[in-house]
């Protein structure tokens, strides 16, 4: 079954600490993964996309990485700001059901306190 | 350039009444899409619309319609709205299939909608 998975469930740092969200999916065959960023009752809005040729990828100060082989990705902020307070969902885009669709997952919901 | 636009924001419903929700966008693109998202669950799809003139069941169609009524404008109906419909609704839009490397989706703010 197609699955995205991510860990943790959620989690609280300080403000200026770094911090890694991970992301393992059995999604096969994959097209792409995906990171957004879910603002309290706003839609998600993408960080990055990685196709599976791709290692890393940032976006400011966020960088994603992607291991096509052990099918995780992760999602490193640096320098968190208390903006950065939202839920982080990895989306992996994967055949199923005939038809190529994006697989979310439940998301990392992360606190930054100042 | 507004993006993706739903309309309402807010809903409450009683058992058994009709609605829809309304998402347009002003991107040009070919390919819509409605999710809705429960608490400690990703995002499930419950209809898409590959381009104008067609539509198609994702994961969780059942009690829901839609209808693509021009490149624009994409609409999710329920027609006897049930407790268990209480969620928030996404609609989204890429340029292209989500298969398509590198195409981006673009949500909306999301309807959060009860079902008493």
């Known amino acids: 079954k197609n699955q995205v998975e991510q860990s943790p469930q959620s989690l609280i740092i300080l403000e200026g600490k770094n911090c890694t969200l991970q992301c393992n999916y059995t999604v096969s065959p994959f097209s792409n993964l995906r990171w957004y960023k879910q603002d309290t009752g706003r839609g998600p809005v993408s960080l990055t996309i990685?196709?599976?040729?791709?290692n890393t990828k940032s976006n400011g100060r966020y960088t994603a990485t992607l291991d096509a082989d052990t099918k995780q990705s992760s999602l490193h902020i640096t320098a968190s700001q208390l903006s950065d307070s939202a839920s982080y969902i990895c989306v992996v885009t994967g055949l199923s059901g005939g038809y190529n669709k994006l697989i979310f997952g439940a998301g990392t919901r992360l606190a930054v306190h100042p | 350039n507004a993006g993706v636009t739903q309309t309402p924001k807010f809903q409450v419903l009683k058992t058994g009444q009709s609605m829809t929700l309304q998402c347009a966008q002003d991107?040009?693109?070919?390919?819509m899409y409605w999710y809705r998202q429960d608490p400690g669950m990703g995002l499930r799809l419950i209809y898409y619309s590959a381009s104008e003139g067609t539509t198609d069941k994702g994961e969780v169609p059942n009690g829901y319609n839609v209808s693509r009524l021009n490149k624009r404008e994409f609409s999710l109906r329920l027609e006897s709205a049930a407790p268990s419909q209480t969620s928030v609704y996404f609609c989204?839009?890429?340029?292209?299939?989500?298969?398509?490397?590198?195409?981006?989706?673009?949500f909306g703010q999301g309807t959060r909608l009860t079902v008493v």
């Open positions: 990685m196709t599976f040729s791709e």
């Open positions: 991107m040009n693109h070919n390919s």
């Open positions: 989204a839009s890429t340029l292209q299939g989500v298969g398509t490397l590198n195409t981006e989706a673009f």
